[in-house]
């Protein structure tokens, strides 16, 4: 990699060769290539399950081998099991780079061996955004299960996040979840952007807790004056009531969305353990991609 990669704007796709990790990656081409960003492809070997004796990678090995007889041919010995995580990590970044080149977005990727968390939140360092998925290989058949390392990150990462879904959709209609909080403006600049580079429809959803208040206490006709304000051109207004994820993924689902975008609502760790953040449920309860800024 060259000086001059290192220093141009980028978005960090963490590629863990599964179906939402590549979903993510879609995504993020369609976000590159009209921002002009450059695609940084890691694959991280997670050495705390490599070299654990007693972990059970096989579900996060789902390409190993298989024997005659149909058994699945274990490694025999550590360095075997690393060799085959550096196996899968070289076919995931080809994947990438031949989707990115068929995208005609420009890529650099690195394969490395450490802690996944640490290395991907040191390499968001610098960049605009990153791309991941949810669940890894070891939870891809439960839509309720978020993977560790990606809670990790998703809880200690200071750059946007887009989450991938079940599959890659053009990015022609999206959902901005609203609160008229600081917090949110991010989100805010992020759907201005891909509606105008995107050519994005965008729907606004503000989900209020009574007839006049929402989020906080802020008031709808706060909120609608702000959104009047922004650099949004156009959009379709709709209010709710509720529990904010489950109407975020409920009117998703029934407009036909392609990209849910909302801003980070942090709370203290202990809230998060004992019931969760509002982010965790909405990626729980809709296979959507997330956009989380």
């Given amino acids: 990699m060259t000086d001059t990669e290192n220093r141009s704007p980028y978005i960090l796709v963490a590629d863990d060769h599964s179906l939402e990790a590549r979903a993510a990656a879609g995504a993020a081409f369609q ?35 298989f024997t005659s007889n149909g058994n699945i041919r274990q490694p025999t010995s550590r360095a075997e099991l690393m060799r085959c995580f550096e196996t899968q990590g070289k076919v995931a970044l080809h994947w990438l780079e031949t989707a990115c080149t068929d995208a005609g977005v420009p890529l650099t990727t690195r394969l490395l061996a450490c802690g996944v968390s640490e290395l991907v939140l040191r390499d968001t360092a610098q960049a605009q955004l990153l791309a991941i998925g949810r669940r890894g290989h070891g939870g891809k058949d439960d839509s309720k299960s978020l993977g560790h390392n990606f809670r990790r990150i998703a809880h200690h990462v200071h750059v946007p996040m887009l989450v991938g879904g079940r599959t890659t ?45 929402c989020q906080a206490g802020v008031s709808l006709v706060e909120i609608e004056d702000r959104l009047a304000k922004s650099d949004l051109e156009t959009y379709r207004l709709l209010t709710s009531q509720g529990r904010p994820s489950t ?21 203290p760790a202990l809230v998060d353990w004992l019931v969760g953040s509002t982010v965790d449920r909405l990626l729980r309860a809709t296979s959507l991609p997330v956009l989380i800024a």
């Fill in 31 to 65: 976000v590159a290539r009209n921002l002009n960003l450059t695609i940084r492809g890691l694959y991280v070997i997670d050495e705390g399950l490599a070299l654990d004796t007693y972990a059970n990678y096989h579900a996060e090995l789902p390409d190993l081998s």
């Fill in 169 to 213: 959709p053009c990015l022609h209609r999206v959902l901005l979840a609203y609160d008229g909080q600081t917090h949110a403006d991010g989100a805010l600049a992020w759907t201005a952007q891909l509606q105008h580079d995107l050519s994005a429809e965008v729907i606004v959803l503000i989900v209020c807790e009574g007839t006049e208040s």
């Fill in 247 to 267: 109407e975020m993924a409920a009117i998703a689902a029934a407009n036909d969305v392609d990209l849910i975008i909302l801003g980070r609502y942090r709370h």
